[in-house]
């Protein structure tokens, strides 16, 4: 899903190297190339992992979508935070600015569902805007190879959501696919939450969309002093 908006937008190609597999193209003259690493800081670091072992990157971005703190966030609101935050260990990463969004806020990746009210309030204290559970991972090793990186995510859901919980959350394989036939069980136990679960569905891509739209156009606005595609 996460992907799917960024394969149209760059006409991206799927290409083989080796045991890697990714989806190549060009972006304002600019050789890209994407990956969907999974969920997860394990998936999210052997995704990068094997992406970087099959090919030089110059940046990372990271695409994709996020969970809200604040219950009045709009669905499909754009997040590219000052800081990320790895909840495992504390550590901070910045990234680097890319195109005119303003960085706010900080963005905490962890592994967990967060829901309590006492951690979620203890957040907002804190500065956190959004969750995620992979953007820290690649961060850390981004910086550890000195490769710049950047994330664009915009906001699928907010943790104020009834409707998202950890049964609603098992209905996702670790790739970000859907597992059908749980999804089958889930609508016969609780069929009321049919027309939730829809709605869900839809923000989520929508916010895919928005997230993708925001680094198409940050890339083709690369700053001046990023060497131009003709002097490489």
Partial sequence: ???????????????????CEFYSGSLA?????????????????RG?????GAVDVERVVVVGITGAL???TAIGSLVVPEVVVYAASGAEHRPARLGEAEPQGKMW???ELVTDPEAISRLQADGVVALDMETAVIAE??????????????VSDRVSDASLDDEVFALINPDGSYRRRAIV??????????RATVTMSKDARLAAEN???????????????????SDR
């Fill in 141 to 154: 090793a981004c910086e550890e190879l000195g490769i710049p990186w950047s994330v664009f995510r915009a």
């Fill in 1 to 19: 899903m996460e992907l799917a908006p960024l394969r149209r937008r760059l006409s991206l190609k799927r290409v083989r190297v080796g045991s």
């Fill in 185 to 194: 069980g889930y609508f016969l136990r609780h069929p009321g939450r049919i």
């Fill in 29 to 45: 003259g600019w050789p890209a190339v994407a990956t969907v690493t999974g969920m997860g800081g394990v998936l999210a670091a």
């Fill in 109 to 111: 990746t962890t592994d």
């Fill in 211 to 229: 997230a993708a739209a925001a680094a198409v156009r940050a890339v083709e606005r690369l700053s001046p002093d990023w060497e131009s595609p």
């Fill in 48 to 52: 990068l992992g094997r992406l970087l």
């Fill in 70 to 72: 604040r219950s009045d």
